[in-house]
């Protein structure tokens, strides 16, 4: 299980729109997807606290940072409205993605960045600048992964048009966000008012 997990991230890297079909084409339930979205929520949200208490910050961090059950639910809204979204922004600018296949998709990605914290987690200990320089890495190669894999998800065959998907989906999902956390009566998410 492991050894095939390992070896699904390592062809993500390399081959990332091969990977993007493969995973789409394995048409998972939507009962089974929400069910992962969910554990993968929660595992991103543990590892964020251990790094916290690894290399706690210096200044204090807003409650919805401090709290893992509060985390946990922020990034699971993220990744559900990141999810609808991608499919019917994604569809406006002439995508055929399914909302099972995204949801596939993006829940990979949270598995993987979840594998990177761990790894920059051990990584501290061993050499914590190379940890940061991973945590960056993985950032920035993160965002062109997701590129690909909406690219493949609508079959559009254009990283320029799937850039825009992802610029359009982004501000969707910030107004989203922030009409859920005013729904929810965080005015300020736990920031000191700037004076």
Same mark, same amino acid.
């Given at each position: 299980m492991l050894n095939t997990f390992l070896t699904l991230f390592a062809r993500t890297l390399s081959e990332p729109r091969t990977v993007a079909a493969e995973l789409i084409n394995m048409r998972f339930e939507r009962s089974s997807l929400w069910l992962a979205l969910g554990l993968a929520a929660v595992l991103n949200a543990i590892a964020f606290q251990f790094s916290q208490l690894l290399t706690p910050s210096e200044i204090a961090l807003p409650i919805i940072f401090s709290s893992p059950v509060v985390f946990a639910l922020l +990034? #699971? *809204?993220?990744?559900?409205m990141s999810v609808y979204s991608f499919t019917f922004v994604g569809r406006f600018f002439g995508g055929t993605a399914t909302l099972e296949g995204l949801m596939t998709l993006l829940i990979w990605l $949270? @598995?993987?960045? @979840?594998? %990177? $914290? %761990? /790894?920059?987690? %051990?990584l501290v200990f061993i050499v914590p600048s190379l940890a940061g320089l991973l945590v960056l890495g993985a950032s920035i190669y993160g965002m062109w992964l997701l590129i $690909? @894999? +909406?690219? %493949? *998800?609508? #079959? +559009?065959?254009s990283t320029f048009t799937s850039f825009g998907i992802l610029v359009a989906s982004g501000l969707a999902i910030m107004i989203g /966000? *922030? +009409?859920?956390?005013?729904l929810l009566g965080v005015q300020n998410m736990g920031l000191t008012p700037y004076v």
């Amino acid at each position: 299980m492991l050894n095939t997990f390992l070896t699904l991230f390592a062809r993500t890297l390399s081959e990332p729109r091969t990977v993007a079909a493969e995973l789409i084409n394995m048409r998972f339930e939507r009962s089974s997807l929400w069910l992962a979205l969910g554990l993968a929520a929660v595992l991103n949200a543990i590892a964020f606290q251990f790094s916290q208490l690894l290399t706690p910050s210096e200044i204090a961090l807003p409650i919805i940072f401090s709290s893992p059950v509060v985390f946990a639910l922020l +990034i #699971a *809204a993220g990744l559900a409205m990141s999810v609808y979204s991608f499919t019917f922004v994604g569809r406006f600018f002439g995508g055929t993605a399914t909302l099972e296949g995204l949801m596939t998709l993006l829940i990979w990605l $949270q @598995f993987m960045r @979840f594998t %990177v $914290q %761990v /790894l920059a987690m %051990v990584l501290v200990f061993i050499v914590p600048s190379l940890a940061g320089l991973l945590v960056l890495g993985a950032s920035i190669y993160g965002m062109w992964l997701l590129i $690909q @894999f +909406i690219d %493949v *998800a609508h #079959a +559009i065959e254009s990283t320029f048009t799937s850039f825009g998907i992802l610029v359009a989906s982004g501000l969707a999902i910030m107004i989203g /966000l *922030a +009409i859920l956390l005013t729904l929810l009566g965080v005015q300020n998410m736990g920031l000191t008012p700037y004076v």
